[in-house]
């Protein structure tokens, strides 16, 4: 826009009553029609020159905007100038549920409000994510009936979007869940992002893996607090995809899961990406071997003997210092489950 001087002293209307001021002579005399018409027209004439001696327009102002340059535009150009705006750098946490930092995998860290999030911009979807659930979490008021499957701002593109899962026939299973967010609105929006998200087989979604997370949360208010890390196996790299943007299809599920509450134990699980039922015992599976399958090094910050012999520990013994066997999940009623 032109660029003006906004000195009240030099505006027009001031010069032109300083004008009419000195004027008052002839203004006070009964003046004829004609000389009314000269002097109304001399006044304008001033002030429309002083109004072009006070603009200074510059030659670029007049100029037509340039087209910004197509790259500006894009998605990738999007997402880095989003990213700066929202994200900041995430220091490696050393919270206990966090595994080692990955070595020679794509791994993009996220901070949630409930959990923590290793992202794949090639496959589209988790590492890992790892939370701390404590007893408080494993409730509250919060209600997923009017949440909303989203994109997620902080990853790049290509990214999953809804329209990938749709035709797909698997659903849009959470690592973590729903159920373990209701303690806060925001941190349960957040879970719904695909950023926490994977194609799981609808069966598997709606029985053996959703008993497992409602175990968890038992296991939580019984324990006090347990930290959890759940995410992708892929047995030999990516087979399947879904969607234009091509999210990875897991060909199964782990969990890990350690208590540190008087004498620490450790379990893990892995759920092939499939329907069918089995008693979660037959799941079981020793940390040892979850991170020989995934190559991800969890609970890291337990002291070095520790995490050997609770990260060896045979099924059997798993089974029993857990409890695996006393769980029925078709006893569940989920209106317990608040």
Not at 94 to 113: C, I, N, S, Y
Not at 200 to 208: E, P
Not at 247 to 264: E, Q, S, T, W
């Amino acid at each position: 826009m032109p660029k003006t001087n906004k000195s009240p002293i030099f505006s027009p209307n001031v010069f032109l009553c300083v004008f009419l001021h000195q004027k008052k002579d002839d203004l006070t005399m009964k003046l004829t029609k004609a000389n009314k018409v000269k002097l109304l027209m001399t006044a304008l004439l001033v002030a429309a020159s002083l109004v072009m001696m006070m603009t200074k327009t510059s030659r670029e102002d007049l100029l037509p905007a340039e087209e910004p340059d197509a790259k500006e535009n894009s998605p990738e150009t999007f997402y880095d100038q989003e990213k700066a705006q929202e994200t900041k750098e995430v220091k490696w946490p050393k919270a206990m549920e966090v595994p080692a930092e990955a070595k020679g995998k794509e791994e993009l860290l996220l901070k949630r409000d409930g959990f923590w999030i290793s992202y794949n911009k090639d496959r589209k979807i988790p590492n890992w994510v790892a939370w701390h659930l404590t007893a408080a979490h494993s409730r509250g008021n919060n209600q997923r009936d009017d949440m909303v499957f989203m994109e997620d701002s902080e990853v790049p593109y290509p990214r999953a979007v809804d329209d990938d899962y749709y035709g797909s026939h698997y659903d849009r299973g959470h690592m973590c869940p729903a159920g373990d967010n209701k303690w806060d609105r925001r941190a349960l929006t957040q879970s719904f992002k695909f950023s926490n998200i994977c194609p799981q087989n609808h069966s598997l979604n709606k029985g053996d893996w959703n008993d497992l997370e409602i175990q968890c949360r038992y296991w939580a208010r019984e324990m006090g607090d347990i930290y959890i890390v759940t995410g992708p196996v892929f047995y030999d790299g990516v087979k399947k995809t879904i969607g234009k943007n091509k999210v990875a299809v897991p060909d199964a599920f782990f969990k890990v899961i350690l208590c540190d509450n008087g004498k620490a134990k450790a379990i893990g699980f892995v759920y092939p990406n499939r329907g069918g039922h089995k008693d979660m015992k037959e799941y079981v599976m020793s940390v040892d071997e979850i991170e020989r399958i995934t190559g991800i090094d969890f609970f890291p910050k337990l002291e070095d003997k520790l995490e050997e012999q609770l990260e060896s520990a045979t099924k059997d013994n798993m089974v029993k210092q857990w409890k695996v066997y006393l769980y029925k999940p078709h006893d569940y009623d989920p209106s317990t489950d608040k």
